[in-house]
Nanobody, 124 residues
Framework: QVQLVESGGGLVQAGGSLRLSCAGS????????MGWFRQAPGKEREFVAA????????YYAGSVKGRFTISRDNAKNTVYLQMNTLKPEDTAEYYC?????????????????WGQGTQVTVSS
């Protein structure tokens, strides 16, 4: 069992930056592939970014590529999402998720453990 807790969300103006953190529990955390997803009001949850267990593979949704950076520190059981040049359309609840297979995945169904989410609001 892995518990995930997101933090770092908030209100920011367009063009600003935020860094989200996802703290995980358990020694197995370092073996899990991790992902960030987001859900805007009235929309389905969508993939944002993913990272393999050792950080060797990264993947981003086209809408955030070049602006967001996913990283992880396995010694701290934490995954990060650095978000730069934020846009109003980035406003959403952001969730981190873990999948035991360890590899990179963009598919929600492959993720077993989910955090409660952190709200990001970007004003224009």
């Amino acid at each position: 069992q892995v518990q995930l807790v997101e933090s770092g969300g908030g209100l920011v103006q367009a063009g600003g930056s935020l860094r989200l953190s996802c703290a995980g529990s358990g020694r197995a955390f370092s073996t899990y592939g991790m992902g960030w997803f987001r859900q805007a009001p009235g929309k389905e949850r969508e993939f944002v970014a993913a990272i393999s267990w050792n950080g060797g593979s990264l993947y981003y949704a086209g809408s955030v590529k070049g602006r967001f950076t996913i990283s992880r520190d396995n010694a701290k059981n934490t995954v990060y999402l650095q978000m730069n040049t934020l846009k109003p359309e980035d406003t959403a609840e952001y969730y981190c998720a873990a999948q035991p297979a360890g590899r990179l995945s963009t598919t929600q169904g492959q993720y077993v453990y989910w955090g409660q989410g952190t709200q990001v609001t970007v004003s224009s």
